[in-house]
């Protein structure tokens, strides 16, 4: 699934989120969106959902244009992870997996059989599948919220700060889970994050907003190596230990076995 952006601008009231953007995804790429809080990370993934709507320009998706009639069947080809997973808590592991397959008509059968995939996939205990979000670490949680978010094997998955809230333990061991499993799917992937390091594990191609523009689009090392502005430079800087390590593979970079 591809996704562009053509001279798009958001605004909430007064404050311009995004200027005159003009930005692609290519199918199967994995991609990661940095920037200050309030830098418009979470409005990009919410404008390909149809839960934002630009002021001008137009967001794309496959080559067609999103038009609110088409947002929920948008929404069905895109795996969404929002912030802390946001499961539900009165229902178990299996049925948080199962809200989207039940509404398209799945058999039991199929949803159970799906979920044993996916849950070997993300190394999640079996058993689990049967206790309540409540009942899980939040590394346990993290795990489903992906794993929910692929039921239906979407063709892209966009995830908004995933790892926020977990302890630097928990973190890593997913960073490295989530990375092996991007590069495993071949999925269009999304994924907002704060943190450089982080992102250099799990994204080929990392993207800076700043005063609502891209100032850095390409890989890691050139983040590094050849920062596009002073304020790319002083954001680098800020983490420049944190990336040097994910680079040098100490943290699982991005061309590191996982």
Known sequence: MEFRFEAVDKC????????????QFAAGSVNAILGESGAGKSTLLRLLLGLDWPERGQVLIDGIPLQPAARLAVRRQ?????????LFPHLTTLGNLALLPRHLGWSRERIR?????????????????????????GGQRQRVAVMRALMSDPPALLLDEPLG?????????????LAALFRTLSKTVLIVTHDLPEAAVLADRLLLLHEGRIVQDGPARQWLEQPASPFVRRFVAAQRGGLADALSGQGGGPDAAV
């Open 12 to 23: 909430h009231g007064s404050h311009v989120i995004l200027q005159s953007l003009t930005l």
């Open 78 to 86: 895109i795996g969404y992870v929002i912030q802390e997973g946001g």
């Open 113 to 137: 059989t799906r979920a044993a995939e996916l849950a070997q996939l993300m190394e999640l205990p079996s058993e689990l599948l049967s206790r309540f979000p409540g009942e899980l670490s």
């Open 165 to 177: 809230a977990l302890d630097p333990l928990v973190r890593d061991e997913l960073q490295q889970r």
